[in-house]
């Protein structure tokens, strides 16, 4: 039986800084409530009329799912209405949104970038989608407006980072700088325990996530990689497994090694992911659990963003494996 909850956790984590206000506890809160009532209205997306599209399309000109503005505006207003957070960037919204406090001022530190449902195109289905968020501090002074540089910082300035699989169990996984540790929801009762304490990649795997599809439209390397996995040799051919939710590829690569590759292709030319609330947090995630995180040649974390949506082929997972890619594309 699992004892400790994820509030408790956080508790015990904000005692080791004698100074700290409660602001990140109070965040962390927030996106827990939110992950819970997104996850109920996914349980019962068939039941209720929340499924197909919503008749839009977002910044990225994707048609939105109904349960894609569901998951956005639950998880706005779970900050929002706390007054706990300076700003938040989504992918759902074409430009950052500013929060301002009762008075009109903003003392809170934080700012917030998210995916509210990642893999959209799985829900229909249903299969497992995630919420990605990553947390900054902010860099402009409390008490005034937050801008546009506040939300183009480098993924080596996150705080803290995580994601919610909504899967056939619950969890929350988080990193605050300090490891990986991954939470299961009891849904009898709504509360995150501490299922997965310090959670790291093996060191390699057998098996890669890619959109094989694409194939044609990919760099020599990648291709060459591709071929690679599948020749039969020592633990090869490795095990192809592609749900195309970045949240749940990644958790499965996670636990049991692998590698998830979105390089470019002549079709998306900078990737599909957008570096601030996908690449970002997953890659913050995966450098803290002993794995790599590239576009092919640079570390994601250090990237310098230039826009808020902006994309970047994404490579994660396993060190070894992670290499073995580099020294793929080294060679084209
Ligand atoms: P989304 O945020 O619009 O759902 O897009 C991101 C998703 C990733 O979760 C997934 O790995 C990828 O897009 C799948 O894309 P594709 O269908 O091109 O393979
Ligand atoms: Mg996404």
Same mark, same amino acid.
């Given at each position: 039986?699992?004892?400790? +909850?994820?509030?408790?956790? @956080?508790?015990?984590?904000?005692?080791?800084?004698? #100074?700290?206000?409660?602001?990140? %506890?109070?965040?962390?809160?927030?996106?827990?409530?939110?992950? &819970?009532?997104?996850?109920?209205?996914?349980?019962?997306?068939?039941?209720?009329?929340?499924?197909?599209?919503?008749?839009?399309?977002?910044?990225?000109?994707?048609?939105?799912?109904?349960?894609?503005?569901?998951?956005?505006?639950?998880? &706005?207003?779970?900050?929002?209405?706390?007054?706990?957070?300076?700003?938040?960037? %989504?992918?759902?919204?074409?430009?950052?949104?500013?929060?301002?406090?009762?008075?009109?001022?903003?003392?809170?530190?934080?700012?917030?970038?998210? *995916?509210?449902? *990642?893999?959209?195109?799985?829900?229909?289905?249903?299969?497992?989608?995630?919420?990605?968020?990553?947390?900054?501090?902010? @860099?402009?002074?409390?008490?005034?407006?937050?801008?546009?540089? *506040?939300?183009?910082?480098?993924?080596?300035?996150?705080?803290?980072?995580?994601?919610?699989?909504?899967? +056939?169990? +619950?969890?929350?996984?988080?990193?605050?700088?300090?490891?990986?540790?991954?939470?299961?929801?009891?849904?009898?009762?709504?509360?995150? #325990?501490?299922?997965?304490?310090?959670?790291?990649?093996?060191?390699?795997?057998?098996?890669?996530?890619?959109?094989?599809?694409?194939?044609?439209?990919?760099?020599?390397?990648?291709?060459?990689?591709?071929?690679?996995?599948?020749?039969?040799?020592?633990?090869?051919?490795?095990? %192809?497994?592609?749900?195309?939710?970045?949240?749940? *590829?990644?958790?499965?690569?996670?636990?049991?090694?692998?590698?998830?590759?979105?390089?470019?292709?002549?079709? #998306?030319?900078?990737?599909?992911?957008?570096?601030? #609330?996908?690449?970002?947090?997953?890659?913050?995630?995966?450098?803290?659990?002993?794995? &790599?995180?590239?576009?092919?040649?640079?570390? /994601?974390?250090? /990237?310098?963003?230039?826009?808020?949506?902006?994309?970047?082929?994404?490579?994660?997972?396993?060190?070894?494996?992670?290499? &073995?890619?580099?020294?793929?594309?080294?060679?084209?």
């Amino acid at each position: 039986m699992k004892t400790l +909850t994820l509030d408790e956790f @956080i508790i015990e984590r904000e005692k080791q800084f004698p #100074y700290s206000t409660g602001e990140f %506890s109070q965040l962390l809160n927030s996106i827990k409530l939110a992950a &819970k009532i997104v996850n109920h209205e996914i349980n019962r997306a068939g039941l209720v009329d929340i499924l197909g599209k919503a008749g839009d399309t977002n910044v990225q000109g994707e048609d939105q799912k109904k349960l894609d503005v569901f998951a956005n505006e639950t998880f &706005k207003q779970a900050l929002v209405s706390r007054d706990i957070v300076c700003g938040i960037l %989504s992918e759902e919204d074409e430009d950052f949104i500013p929060v301002t406090g009762l008075d009109g001022g903003n003392k809170n530190n934080y700012i917030l970038s998210m *995916d509210p449902l *990642d893999g959209s195109s799985n829900i229909d289905v249903s299969v497992s989608v995630g919420t990605i968020f990553s947390i900054h501090r902010r @860099i402009s002074p409390i008490g005034s407006p937050v801008n546009k540089t *506040d939300f183009l910082q480098p993924g080596n300035q996150q705080v803290a980072a995580g994601y919610i699989i909504y899967g +056939t169990s +619950t969890m929350m996984v988080l990193t605050m700088g300090n490891g990986v540790n991954g939470f299961t929801l009891n849904p009898a009762i709504g509360t995150f #325990y501490l299922s997965n304490p310090g959670m790291t990649f093996p060191e390699t795997g057998t098996t890669y996530s890619v959109n094989e599809g694409y194939y044609r439209d990919f760099p020599r390397g990648i291709k060459d990689y591709i071929k690679y996995c599948q020749r039969e040799e020592g633990d090869r051919p490795y095990t %192809s497994r592609y749900i195309g939710s970045l949240v749940s *590829d990644f958790h499965r690569n996670l636990i049991q090694g692998g590698i998830y590759l979105y390089p470019e292709s002549t079709k #998306y030319k900078q990737g599909k992911l957008r570096l601030q #609330y996908e690449a970002n947090p997953i890659a913050f995630l995966t450098e803290q659990a002993k794995g &790599k995180a590239t576009d092919g040649s640079r570390r /994601i974390l250090d /990237i310098q963003p230039d826009e808020l949506h902006q994309r970047i082929p994404f490579i994660c997972g396993s060190p070894r494996m992670v290499e &073995k890619v580099e020294e793929f594309l080294g060679r084209t």
